[in-house]
């Protein structure tokens, strides 16, 4: 296949509630969309996920536009891809840059996916028809707020809950949960607040039987990571520190993880998700999709990916309806009784809904 013409638009999409993290608050969500197109008048789709400013990677909306427009797309057009596995190495004279990378990538599978009339999930080796999925909950005003908000997402089914920790707050909204929700499973992140430092404070977390801890210390750690692990009874699950197969590898090797979040952006794309993916199963490592807040586009990649076997704990994706008023596809991502159905129509199984798409479009951009 050919891709012969790239659309690139900025969306922006008010949440219904911002998202409060260690490094700081989002709720006006503005993010890059993309459109391929082959020989054949095919076409797919692809959502990048950096965000506004470089506070969880260095990569931003900007940044994204700027790799995408002088350097990837040019590097795809007009080349005769074989499949998408081979997007990678066209993209390999480019250094980082993963979630401008993935946008594109997602893209051609999307659209290779419906070429060969199939579901995107089967093309890259799912085999679940429906996902377990968590819910990651950001900080909020006080404990009561934060229960409210767990009992609330518990009805609604979901499976496990995360919550976002930083230093001062996590005792006593941990020890609150726990006394409030004595057998939920529960985990928390803290996108990169703690440090080594601060280790006597992390190992009391222990007794609050978590089912793991994401991302503790630096975003590009894994040493000190290995140190923790060592003392803490909770396994840690490494975010920020994973880009890519090697740095999976590397970490498992060292001890610093015991888990895997795999986000399909960080790491450059679905290809080397996959690669995780499979080398994490021969390692016996359970891994789980991570989010970033992704619109439906977004979200449909993700679900895709999470049928593959060895996505075994519930991950980040939630339905539309927990961060939107109205999504950019149809049907919107449903969550029933804590799962989500791997759709069955070709590509990600999700029509984008493009009078919505239109709404929310800022700036639009045509590469042939
Ligand atoms: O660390 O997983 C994270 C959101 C934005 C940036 C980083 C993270 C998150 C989440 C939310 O935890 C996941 C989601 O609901 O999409
Ligand atoms: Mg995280």
């Known amino acids: 296949m050919q891709i012969t013409d790239v659309t690139i638009r900025k969306m922006k999409m008010r949440m219904k509630e911002p998202f409060l993290t260690s490094f700081g608050t989002m709720q006006d969500k503005q993010f890059l969309l993309l459109e391929v197109h082959d020989e054949l008048g095919n076409m797919g789709w692809g959502e990048s996920v950096a965000f506004d400013a470089p506070w969880y990677t260095e990569e931003t909306v900007e940044t994204n536009l700027h790799m995408l427009r002088d350097f990837l797309i040019p590097l795809l057009l007009g080349k005769e891809i074989l499949h998408p596995d081979r997007v990678g190495s066209l993209f390999a004279p480019i250094r980082g840059n993963n979630m401008a990378k993935a946008s594109l ?5 999307d659209l290779y996916a419906k070429r060969e009339g199939i579901p995107l999930a089967e093309a890259l080796g799912g085999q679940r028809q429906r996902i377990e999925v968590g819910i ?87 040493v000190d990571h290995a140190v923790l692990q060592k003392q803490m009874k909770t ?8 880009h890519s197969l090697e740095d999976v590898r590397k970490a498992v090797e060292l001890g610093s993880t015991k888990v895997i979040n795999v986000k399909i952006g960080r790491v450059g794309g679905l290809s080397e998700a996959k690669r995780i ?18 619109a439906g586009i977004g979200r449909a990649h993700n679900i895709a990916l999470t049928s593959l076997p060895n996505f075994v704990l519930p991950g980040d994706t939630a339905g539309s309806s927990r961060y939107w008023e109205k999504d950019i596809i149809e049907p919107e991502v449903v969550v029933e009784d804590g799962y989500i159905t791997v759709p069955t129509a070709p590509g990600i199984g999700f029509t984008p809904d493009l009078s919505t798409i239109e709404e929310f479009t800022t700036d639009i951009w045509q590469y042939r």
């Open 235 to 242: 396994p840690i699950c490494l975010d920020e520190s994973i």
């Open 105 to 109: 990538e997602c893209a051609v599978w």
């Open 136 to 222: 990651s909950i950001g900080i909020q005003k006080d404990l009561v707020d934060l229960t409210d908000h767990v009992q609330r997402y518990l009805e609604e089914g979901y499976k496990r809950i995360k919550v976002k920790i930083k230093p001062g707050a996590e005792m006593d909204i941990l020890r609150g949960l726990r006394e409030a929700f004595p057998d939920v499973p529960l985990m928390a992140d803290a996108n990169s607040a703690y440090s080594l430092d601060d280790i006597d404070l992390l190992k009391r977390l222990d007794k609050f039987d978590l089912l793991m801890i994401e991302q503790p210390l630096a975003h590009d750690d894994i």
């Open 277 to 294: 993916h499979d080398y994490c199963m021969e390692k016996g490592v359970p891994v789980w999709c991570g989010g970033m807040l992704e």
